[in-house]
């Protein structure tokens, strides 16, 4: 059925003609096309056009733009996303004055660290390393290391190795520790020469780099 048609039936049912089961269309000498809903005029070409009994009295027809093209389907992207950036994963190694550094294997440095710095000999470092018996300072010409004998200070001068400790960050720990460096590689460049900022900036730049998962 055409809009027309259907415009008829509409306007009918407005003004409570529940009679009405048909209408015709009017085509005049002209071309001029008309739905009415009564016979046509003398000279019009007659089609009877029967129509339902019933129609909502609240019923509306959506509007049509004759100019309006078909909706569009969504398009659809089929460009490859780009994949989610893993959150950093490494270990975290502490060594023995507390200083913590960044490990990919988990294996920690070993260091020859003195005993009496590691408080095994029960003495304090003043005790250790100073007195007359003591080791001393060790930068050459600050003063003179006395020479002892073994068997007045063994502990002194006995040194042991030392592994430092590692475990695997997880990634909260990892993101803060990254941060931390970059902040303090931030303020080394705001004071480095020229001999060490190219160092400085590609270590800023692999942090930086560790840290796109955070």
């Not at 040194?159 to 909260?172: I, K, L, M, N, R």
Request: net charge negative; aromatic share 6%; glycine share 8%.
């Amino acid at each position: 059925m055409s809009r027309a048609a259907v415009c008829l039936v509409l306007s009918l049912a407005a003004v409570g003609v529940a009679d009405a089961a048909s209408a015709y269309r009017c085509v005049g000498a002209d071309g001029a096309l008309s739905f009415q809903d009564r016979p046509c005029h003398a000279g019009q070409s007659q089609q009877r056009m029967y129509l339902p009994d019933t129609l909502p009295v609240n019923a509306t027809i959506p509007k049509q733009n004759a100019d309006a093209s078909p909706a569009e389907e969504p398009v659809v992207s089929s460009a490859p996303q780009a994949p989610l950036v893993s959150p950093p994963s490494f270990f975290l190694c502490t060594r023995y004055d507390g200083s913590r550094y960044l490990s990919d294997d988990g294996i920690g440095s070993r260091s020859a660290v003195p005993y009496g710095m590691l408080g095994g000999s029960g003495q304090s470092l003043a005790q250790a390393y100073g007195g007359p018996n003591g080791i001393g300072v060790s930068a050459p010409g600050l003063r003179t290391i006395p020479d002892i004998p073994a068997a007045q200070a063994p502990l002194a001068g006995a040194y042991v190795w030392v592994d430092d400790e590692c475990h695997h960050a997880d990634p909260q720990e990892a993101c803060a520790y990254l941060r931390s460096r970059i902040d303090d590689v931030e303020h080394k460049l705001k004071r480095a020469f020229s001999d060490t900022e190219a160092q400085l900036k590609d270590e800023r730049t692999a942090l930086r780099e560790r840290m796109r998962g955070c």
